[in-house]
């Protein structure tokens, strides 16, 4: 089985800010794809999936190209503005980049936009539409209160493959689970949603968290979208505020462990080569 994590960052501050990370944190520094690979060989992740980090036009050429000069990225999901009207062309564009064939999926830091219905404007269906067109998919980075807007975006879109990161952040801190549960569970009745195992740890307390803490929510998005809708992701190295990779790694392969050996392939590897087209 060839092991994916399917959502992880690199990022280099020399080039550029990252203005989401706070002065004092342990990430305000630049990480990269050497500083991954030991890693993720350590913890026999084969290939991986490199995610956008800010809304700038220039990050996704760069993936492209680190995606083209490294073995272990097997995709990249890029950010380009989905309310700009050439969108579609703007998308062909980037296919023609070096690495260009690497590019998998857009996505958008919804959880930073004020309107909880943002996925619903129409300039925005007009993006997600040409995302579709493109035959690439689109990840969902959305805080709780948005996931009915995934819904009914998904609902409007079926021809449109949505991966949810991170679950869809829920409260696992506070323990917890609905209103989150049953939104996710609305999400994942519609057949061309996917969801990832990823980003559990940080919304769980970051220096006390256990599995235990995790297990009633990845417990729910296995049964809501089960294994072959279901990808394990590390989120690294964002995860770090948490725990190592290999901590978050063997934490997932913790939670999988009473699905059949086929059923962790897919969560592990299958769905996302055949979700993204790795």
């Known amino acids: 089985m060839t092991v994916v994590d399917a959502h992880h960052h690199v990022w280099d501050l020399s080039v550029r800010d990252q203005d989401w990370i706070a002065p004092d944190s342990p990430l305000r520094r630049s990480f990269t794809t050497a500083d991954l690979a030991p890693e993720a060989d350590a913890a026999g992740v084969a290939r991986t999936v490199l995610v956008q980090t800010v809304t700038v036009p220039e990050e996704t050429p760069e993936f492209l190209a680190l ?14 503005d989905l309310t700009r009207p050439d969108v579609a062309d703007e998308l062909a564009q980037l296919r023609q980049l070096p690495g260009g064939t690497h590019l998998k999926g857009i996505r958008h830091q919804v959880q930073g936009e004020p309107d909880p ?13 040409a995302v579709a067109d493109a035959a690439l998919v689109y990840d969902l980075v ?3 209160h948005q996931l009915p807007a995934c819904v009914k975006a998904a609902e409007s879109l079926p021809h449109l493959t949505f991966v949810l990161d991170h679950l869809g952040k829920p409260p696992i801190a506070s323990g917890a689970l609905e209103p989150w549960a049953a939104d996710v569970r609305a999400l994942a009745a519609l057949p061309n949603t ?21 297990r009633p929510y990845a417990d729910t998005v296995l049964d ?40 962790r392939a897919e969560v592990f590897g299958g769905t996302a080569t055949r979700i993204y087209g790795l």
């Open 67 to 80: 995606a083209a000069g490294h073995e272990l990225i097997a995709g990249v999901v890029g950010w380009t």
């Open 194 to 214: 996917v969801c990832k195992l990823s980003g559990m740890v940080t919304e769980a307390d970051l220096a006390t968290w256990t599995i235990d803490d995790l």
């Open 142 to 144: 959305v805080l709780p």
């Open 117 to 129: 219905e943002w996925l619903l404007r129409p300039d925005v269906r007009r993006g997600l539409t």
């Open 224 to 263: 809501a979208f089960g294994p072959d809708r279901l990808m394990f992701g590390s989120d690294w190295p964002v995860c770090m505020l948490a725990a190592t990779y290999g901590e978050v790694v063997s934490a997932a392969r913790e939670l999988t462990a009473g699905l059949g050996t086929a059923e």
